[in-house]
């Protein structure tokens, strides 16, 4: 049977993965030997994100850690994981608030995010389609031009499935002439 337990013994020590990921943690304590002993209680506290069993499921990117202990020996091992942002999930699309004039450009933001709000470059979402029912979207400058008078819908979808939609109200502009009859 193995002797004393004396050495925590943990794999991975460092590893990197997307918020989508998950991480598996092999710890064990070995005698003076290396001989395993099994039945030690072993404890896996996350810095950031949870843990299920021996497996790291992440939340925010960065970088983070996963400190394996074993309580009897006050042995601890840390295990750096960098978190990088997961797959496009959806776009914040603002701008354009409360009545837009009629005749003049106003401003459209996009960002994206990962499922769990992690902040991607909108080129992860690959090209982006534009549409609106009413005026013109310009994407070089990113701004919307509302003519005429009501309420429009701007809508993106990109490559990746992700989409959004905003409705833009639309007030009359300034008088361009005046017809007496």
């Known amino acids: 049977t193995p002797g004393a337990p004396v050495d925590l013994i943990v794999s991975p020590l460092t590893a990197t993965i997307t918020a989508d990921e998950t991480l598996t943690i092999s710890a064990e304590m070995a005698d003076q030997h290396g001989n395993f002993n099994t039945g030690e209680t072993i404890d896996l506290t996350p810095s950031n994100g949870s843990m299920m069993g021996t497996t790291f499921m992440p939340y925010a990117a ?4 996963v400190t394996v202990s074993h309580p009897a ?4 091992v840390v295990v750096t994981i960098t978190v990088l942002p997961g797959a496009p999930s959806y776009f ?3 701008g354009c608030e409360g009545t837009v004039p009629a005749g003049v450009w106003c401003d459209i933001t996009l960002d994206l995010y990962d499922q769990f709000g ?3 470059a909108l080129s992860e979402a690959g090209n982006l389609t534009w549409s609106t029912t009413n005026g013109n ?3 070089i400058n990113q701004q919307y031009y509302p003519d005429h008078v009501g309420v429009w819908s701007l809508a993106v979808t990109s490559v990746s499935g992700v989409s959004a939609e905003m409705n833009i109200t639309v007030g009359h502009g300034a008088i ?4 007496l009859n």
Do not use: I
């Not at 960065?62 to 850690?65: D, E, I, N, S």
């Not at 020996?73 to 601890?76: R, T």
């Not at 361009?176 to 017809?179: I, T, V």
């Open 62 to 65: 960065g970088t983070h850690t």
């Open 176 to 179: 361009a002439y005046l017809e």
């Open 118 to 120: 992690n902040a991607l």
């Open 92 to 94: 914040v699309m603002s």
């Open 73 to 76: 020996s006050g042995q601890q």
């Open 137 to 139: 979207y310009s994407e």
